[in-house]
């Protein structure tokens, strides 16, 4: 094994260690041991085909920087979140909006002080429409199948059929 090997494996095995600190036990371990497995099947296949220590070490390095995304990715999947963190985050996301309708009535008074409206017409601001001059009429069916429709409509039913006669012998 060569020395660019040997620091690619360890900066693999670096990596895992960061992204799976401070997890539960069986969780990060059952990682780290996948991502174990992975190297040697890496290093030994490429070992198989011929592949050069420095050619395995490349191809290490550039799984490790490709698969930042997807590591990061896993970790968000496997986080516990407390209920105390929640609540915290859902009460900062309504002081947050609190402090922003403070501040859009605050605008809207800076900029027409004068027209004090009774309150904000939300989506009047936000989606301003003009006014729909006229709206044309649609229009109205085919010829053809008013003609068919009146027909199936106006047309009587058919009579009924007459009785079947039993003939017995």
């Given at each position: 094994?060569?020395?660019?090997?040997?620091?690619?494996?360890?900066?693999?095995?670096?990596?895992?260690?960061?992204?799976?600190?401070?997890?539960?036990?069986?969780?990060?371990?059952?990682?780290?041991?996948?991502i174990?497995?992975?190297?040697?099947?890496?290093?030994?296949?490429?070992?198989?085909?011929?592949?050069?220590?420095?050619?395995?070490?490349?191809?290490?390095?550039?799984?490790?920087?490709?698969?930042?995304?997807?590591?990061?990715?896993?970790?968000?999947?496997?986080?516990?979140?407390?209920?105390?963190?929640?609540q915290?985050a859902?009460?900062?996301?309504?002081?947050?909006?609190?402090?922003?309708?403070?501040?859009?009535?605050?605008?809207?008074?800076?900029?027409?002080?004068?027209?004090?409206?009774?309150?904000?017409?939300?989506?009047?601001?936000?989606?301003?429409?003009?006014?729909?001059v006229?709206?044309?009429?649609?229009?109205?069916?085919?010829?053809?199948?008013?003609?068919?429709?009146?027909?199936?409509?106006?047309?009587?039913?058919?009579?009924?059929?007459p009785?079947?006669?039993?003939?017995?012998?």
């Amino acid at each position: 094994m060569t020395a660019s090997l040997a620091a690619a494996i360890a900066v693999v095995r670096g990596w895992t260690r960061v992204y799976t600190a401070r997890m539960d036990p069986p969780i990060r371990d059952a990682r780290r041991a996948e991502i174990e497995s992975d190297l040697w099947e890496l290093h030994e296949d490429a070992r198989r085909r011929g592949a050069s220590p420095t050619r395995i070490a490349i191809q290490m390095g550039l799984r490790l920087l490709f698969g930042i995304a997807d590591d990061l990715a896993w970790r968000a999947e496997h986080v516990r979140v407390s209920t105390r963190i929640v609540q915290e985050a859902l009460w900062a996301a309504a002081a947050a909006s609190l402090i922003f309708v403070w501040w859009l009535a605050t605008s809207l008074e800076a900029i027409a002080p004068h027209e004090r409206p009774d309150g904000i017409n939300v989506l009047r601001l936000l989606y301003p429409m003009r006014p729909i001059v006229s709206v044309p009429t649609p229009p109205g069916p085919p010829l053809e199948f008013a003609r068919l429709a009146n027909e199936c409509v106006l047309r009587p039913p058919p009579p009924p059929p007459p009785p079947l006669k039993v003939v017995t012998p």
